[in-house]
């Protein structure tokens, strides 16, 4: 008796679908689409999640897309922190790239117009829904995955990549896995990774979570030499607009599972 009841309300359910269908029209995929991305960053910032946007309706990173430059965002010195990176790599197409905590993708959908295949790991649920759908939107070669960086997930990833980003994330993952569980994810990805651009915060006053490894540019520099040793590092760009952030790159060529 219950599965003719389930089978009769199932039938009602498709004739009230095809009812509403009539009535309502249906926008184009596109606009569809952009209405979701611009109706997710008004959420962001209602609730706050670590390492993401701490201000209603702010994304982290500008969308680099035209059509949401009306979107207000925290970082404003994003351009000349990638074209640090850039005067330093040159992206051929097809080049693997892993932007750790891409939040919007700025990073990630600049690197796929010259040729990158990304993979953009995003935690946050509705940062993560805009750029998987800004991805849609415009059939880039950014692969969004919804999960944090941990050693649990280092499973996931592929076993080489060109660069890899770990801006203004890492003193989450020291945050969320403690000391020794980011030093294992640090060194591992060093091993998979040709080149690491690295930032986190170096002034005692900066960043929601404070830790005394990213204290001063000294101690970040120490931090890093003393994970990975075989590794030649030297600092690029200084983001004077967000409290003298530097990013680092870190050259991994010569790292391997035996250096540690």
Request: a positive charge; proline letters at 4%.
């Amino acid at each position: 008796m219950n599965r003719w009841i389930q089978r009769a309300v199932l039938r009602l359910k498709r004739i009230e679908t095809r009812f509403f269908r009539l009535l309502v029209r249906r926008a184009p995929a596109e606009k569809m689409l952009r209405t979701r991305i611009l109706k997710q960053a008004r959420r962001l910032g209602r609730f706050y999640f670590d390492g993401n946007s701490d201000i209603v309706g702010f994304t982290y990173h500008p969308i680099p897309f035209d059509g949401f430059e009306h979107v207000p965002h925290h970082r404003g010195s994003c351009e000349k922190r990638l074209n640090a990176i850039l005067n330093q790599i040159t992206i051929s197409p097809g080049d693997w790239v892993l932007d750790l905590g891409a939040n919007v993708g700025f990073y990630a959908f600049s690197l796929a117009r010259l040729g990158a295949i990304v993979e953009a790991y995003e935690s946050n649920c509705d940062t993560f829904e805009i750029g998987a759908s800004l991805s849609n939107l415009y059939k880039c070669d950014v692969i969004y995955v919804n999960k944090p960086i941990s050693v649990a997930n280092l499973k996931y990833l592929r076993p080489h990549y060109k660069i890899i980003l770990l801006l203004s994330i890492f003193h989450w993952i020291v945050k969320q896995e403690g000391r020794q569980g980011a030093i294992a994810i640090l060194r591992d990805l060093a091993v998979r990774g040709d080149f690491i651009f690295f930032e986190v915060p170096s002034n005692p006053d900066d960043a929601m979570y404070k830790h005394p490894l990213f204290s001063s540019l000294d101690s970040v520099k120490t931090f890093i030499t003393s994970t990975l040793p075989d590794a030649e590092i030297k600092s690029l760009e200084i983001d004077s607009d967000w409290m003298d952030r530097v990013i680092w790159q870190i050259d991994c060529r010569q790292v391997s599972i035996d250096s540690f």
